[in-house]
């Protein structure tokens, strides 16, 4: 526990009022020009300053912050934010006194009673599943409104073509007469007379 001899984590409450554990690590320097009023103030070596001034700071800092904090943000994508905050709090308190916060870091992973981790596993999962139901659903359509655009563009194409068709067939129609029809077969007549001919076998003679 954080109360006893050997252990150096900290324990904080969330806005729930749920109990988290957690080991930081703290890197700090300390201001030349300040250092004899730092040992006069404190009257204890750096050691001592940084087991009891410098977790003191970081313990106050980390409860501040972290009670404005539900857990599912301090466990999730909140933990950046958490340690961001706490670090500009520690640095801002202990600057005037010449401790230089550096860095302000969590080792290894936040503590939860295991229900809780449970719980927040499952919530993360079933969010994750979601989103990829509709990351799917999304391909899906945009699929299917490609498949409709091809659909509707080929659609297009073939109407335009059958009534490119349907003009071009009126037009002979209408230029289509029996001189441009004997017209056509003399100029493709080779000369020679059929040996058996019918009653129009040969449209501009006249076998009786």
């Keep these: 526990m954080e109360d006893s001899e050997t ?19 703290v ?3 300390v201001d030349d020009s300040k250092i004899s009023k730092l040992f006069q103030k404190y ?5 001592e300053i940084k087991a009891v001034v410098v977790k003191n700071a970081l313990r106050d800092a980390l ?10 943000s301090v466990y999730g994508s909140g933990k950046t934010d958490l340690f961001l905050k706490v670090e500009g709090l520690v640095r ?6 010449g401790i230089i916060i550096e860095k302000v870091y969590l080792i290894g992973s936040i503590r939860l009673p295991d229900n809780v981790v449970s719980a927040l596993n499952s919530k993360i999962e079933a969010t994750q599943r979601a989103q ?19 659909a509707e563009g080929k659609a297009k194409s073939m109407l335009a073509i059958a009534e490119a068709e349907a003009k ?27 040996t058996m001919t019918g009653s129009n076998a040969i449209p501009f003679i006249n076998i009786k």
Excluded at 43 to 47: A, F, L, P, T, V
Aim: some cysteine; charged content about 30%.
């Design 7 to 25: 252990d150096e984590s900290f324990t904080f409450q969330t806005s729930e009022g749920l109990s988290c554990n957690i080991d930081m690590g």
């Design 27 to 29: 890197t700090f320097t």
């Design 43 to 47: 009257r204890k070596g750096i050691d």
């Design 63 to 72: 409860n501040t912050v972290a009670s404005t904090m539900t857990v599912e």
């Design 92 to 97: 801002e308190s202990l600057k005037p006194h």
């Design 132 to 150: 990829q139901r509709e990351n799917e659903l999304r391909e899906a359509e945009a699929q299917a409104k490609k498949q409709i655009a091809e």
């Design 168 to 194: 071009s067939n009126a037009l002979k129609l209408k230029t289509l007469t029996s001189e441009l029809i004997q017209y056509e077969a003399i100029q493709r007549w080779d000369g020679r007379l059929p």
